[in-house]
């Protein structure tokens, strides 16, 4: 069983930056891809970035402004979010694949607003 456990978010003004974490249960060697995703009400979720170990994949609309990285001592995945913008206020959930299975977690909260 993987369990991951998102951190980092809270409320920060237009322009500003936010790192969410997302720890895994388990060594980030066996989890791949590993990704972040996010949900605004009313809206699907929807994809923000995905890593494996050879590439990195971003939408759209985080590009050049989100970065995200790994770092495999700590099992732990980051998404460094740069220039926030109010439309990217959601719900952001860790995801990762083992085993052909998908796991989540349980979602942080980024709120972007003045």
């Known amino acids: 069983q993987v369990q991951l456990v998102e951190s980092g978010g809270g409320l920060v003004q237009p322009g500003g930056s936010l790192r969410l974490s997302c720890e895994a249960s388990v060594s980030i060697f066996r989890l791949w891809p590993m990704g972040w995703y996010r949900q605004a009400p009313g809206k699907p979720r929807e994809l923000v970035a995905t890593?494996?170990?050879?590439?990195?994949n971003y939408a759209d609309s985080v590009k050049s402004r989100f970065a995200i990285t790994r770092d495999y001592a700590k099992s732990t995945v980051y998404l460094q979010m740069n220039s926030l913008k109010p439309e990217d206020t959601a719900v952001y959930y860790c995801?990762?694949?083992?085993?052909?299975?998908?796991?989540w977690g349980q979602g942080t909260q980024v709120t972007v607003s003045s």
């Open positions: 890593i494996t170990p050879i590439s990195t």
């Open positions: 995801s990762a694949m083992s085993g052909g299975k998908d796991y």
